[in-house]
């Protein structure tokens, strides 16, 4: 697949690109996203370092002045991007991909992302059309920052915008004080920060390593919460948070090291958000919580039960955060663990997001509740199958293969959506079929009002798309 994906840069680095191709992003990204101020971050995957190098040096001989903050989260590039007044910046990392991938996330001023849509189109057509290497001239060193401000700034930031029960923000040492609960930071970029916001937590593979040799950085994989689920079950802790590799994610595993399903606790994050958002209260109307075409309906329902309008948007933050911005809503998440909030720019935060989520269950606690408790009105309301992957050569043909079977084997549909993919709405339930934007997949999701029901049609459409890999 290309270097260029509809939400950032990101590929197998010696196949997909190679330092010449980010030198030459570096040349073009000014021309592209105007401004001569730029930030820079990096992940601990081992070819950031050069992939930063190759950067800044694309950057520098475009005359852009660049500040550079070394190892961090994709979050605090966002927020200072925001925060500080830059004109653009970009996070070096490949998120939760595997250690052999790396890649470059752009936003401009205010922190607003750039995509393939708004930007990232125009940097393909000028990178190829380009043969300028890093050799070609000399380019000016742009030191590494050892500014510790950069941290402590973001780490007061966080506390002082968690919301917590009955804890000052000046007392963080007493946050989740009735919790008992784990922190897996996946070896990846948490680690700089989990034991100053993570106050009393058993922390795990909290080692700066872009080899993620415990376990996938990617939580959404089973087999990369193992470690957490069987401590969470062995100490009988009330639950487990696990970040990704640049911790713009959070998931959680309940008291029992039960997965839950990231989309569940969009509501749970928009309770913590509004308990604190005197602004919207004052105003009036129902506040706008953003959701992505993958959100359970149990989800949706306890949305609007809460008084909140839910607001279905495209899978991507790239198509989040604007939506987000230009709605005026409080916040919002998606299944894949990314959650959004608007007094954080409009960005995700995975940190911002466990806080709240903690929080939550900390009340919860206190009310003699736990965590898989508190959620039974959420998640226990509808069977869900997960995102289903299938690789699949021709995508177009497998989805007209699917509709045909939902259009001649399932119920009347009720309702149709092709915002993302397609998301096809019935009364005993709803099916979406999607195209991923980062991977070579096709994305399928099934959820029913029974078990059975829900096997059915997951059995069906899954013979319908079929599965080459």
Not at 30 to 52: H, I, K, M
Request: glycine share 8%.
């Amino acid at each position: 697949m290309s270097f260029f994906k509809a939400y950032d840069m990101r590929g197998t680095f010696g196949v997909d690109f190679d330092l010449d191709t980010v030198y030459r992003v570096g040349l073009v990204l000014p021309q592209v996203v105007r401004g001569p101020r730029w930030l820079v971050g990096r992940d601990c995957r081992e070819t950031s370092a050069a992939v930063r190098d190759a950067l800044v040096g694309g950057l520098s001989a475009a005359g852009a002045e660049v500040t550079d903050i070394g190892l961090c989260t994709t979050p605090m590039v966002y927020f200072f991007t925001a925060a500080d007044g830059y004109d653009g910046s970009v996070m070096i990392t490949a998120s939760h991909n595997p250690p052999s991938d790396n890649g470059l996330k752009v936003s401009m001023r205010g922190a607003l992302p750039v995509g393939y849509a708004n930007g990232l189109n125009e940097v393909e057509r000028l990178v190829q059309s380009s043969n300028r290497r890093r050799d070609d001239s000399p380019v000016p060193a742009v030191a590494e920052s050892t500014d510790p401000t950069f941290l402590s700034r973001y780490i007061v930031w966080q506390f002082a915008h968690s919301i917590l029960p009955n804890i000052p923000p000046a007392q963080p040492s007493q946050a989740f004080q009735n919790l008992s609960y784990a922190v897996d930071c996946s070896n990846g970029m948490a680690s700089i920060l989990v034991k100053e916001l993570f106050p009393g937590a058993v922390i795990i593979n909290d080692t700066l390593d872009g080899r993620f040799p415990n376990h996938s950085p990617n939580p959404l994989k089973a087999e990369a919460r193992e470690q957490l689920v069987a401590l969470v079950r062995e100490r009988g802790l009330d639950c487990g948070v696990i970040l990704d590799g640049d911790a713009d994610r959070c998931m959680f595993v309940d008291e029992r090291g039960e997965f839950v399903q990231p989309d569940y606790l969009i509501p749970v994050v928009a309770r913590a958000t509004l308990a604190g958002d005197r602004q919207r209260a004052a105003a009036g109307g129902a506040p706008v919580v953003i959701h992505d075409v993958r959100t359970s309906r149990g989800a949706i329902e306890a949305l609007k039960r809460m008084g909140a309008e839910p607001r279905m948007v495209p899978v991507g933050h790239a198509f989040a955060k604007p939506i987000l911005r230009e709605s005026g809503g409080v916040c919002g998440g998606e299944l894949a663990g990314h959650y959004y909030f608007r007094e954080f720019h409009c960005c995700d935060s995975g940190v911002l997001a466990a806080r709240r989520i903690l929080g939550e269950i900390a009340r919860a606690k206190a009310a003699g509740k736990t965590f898989s408790q508190m959620m039974r009105p959420i998640s226990g309301v509808y069977a869900n199958s997960g995102e289903l992957n299938f690789r699949v050569t021709d995508k177009d043909a497998a989805i007209a293969r699917a509709l045909a079977v939902a259009r001649d084997r399932l119920p009347p549909e009720i309702s149709r959506s092709e915002l993302d993919g397609i998301r096809v709405e019935y009364t005993e339930g709803w099916i979406n079929i999607r195209k991923s934007n980062t991977e070579p997949y096709l994305r399928l999701l099934v959820e029913c009002d029974t078990v059975e029901r829900l096997h059915t049609w997951t059995a069906l459409l899954k013979e319908a798309i079929g599965d080459e890999s």
